[in-house]
């Protein structure tokens, strides 16, 4: 039985999973907007909120944990330029756009990108 199971594990190991949300969220906060495969979006969506809603923050600590999660480049544009343009906004900074599926092996394709 699956109680509490609610995470997705795309097939692969926990350390390859982190990997691939750390991957995915350096990508979408170095560009902007990523094209992945539908549940990678959904997946990535609560990850990268609660990482911009760490960067409003601005501590010393905050930054550190931003770092640990995504790296320090990424980390320094959450901090610096993501995180103070969501500052009135309470949640809800990634949109997902589902586009068609992929032709070669039909998985559900979306486009993730900052609100």
Do not use: C, W
Request: no cysteine; net charge positive; proline share 4%.
């Amino acid at each position: 039985m699956r109680h509490h199971n609610a995470n997705r594990k795309f097939g692969r190991e926990k350390n390859q999973r982190v990997a691939l949300m750390r991957s995915l969220a350096y990508s979408l906060t170095l560009k902007g907007k990523i094209k992945t495969t539908e549940p990678k979006a959904k997946e990535l969506r609560p990850y990268m909120e609660k990482l911009i809603t760490l960067g409003k923050k601005q501590t010393i600590a905050s930054r550190r944990m931003l770092e640990s999660k995504v790296g320090p480049m990424a980390a320094k544009k959450i901090s610096q330029k993501l995180a103070p343009s969501y500052k009135e906004r309470h949640g809800g900074y990634t949109r997902i756009t589902k586009m068609n599926r992929r032709i070669s092996d039909g998985a559900p394709l979306a486009i993730i990108e900052f609100v």
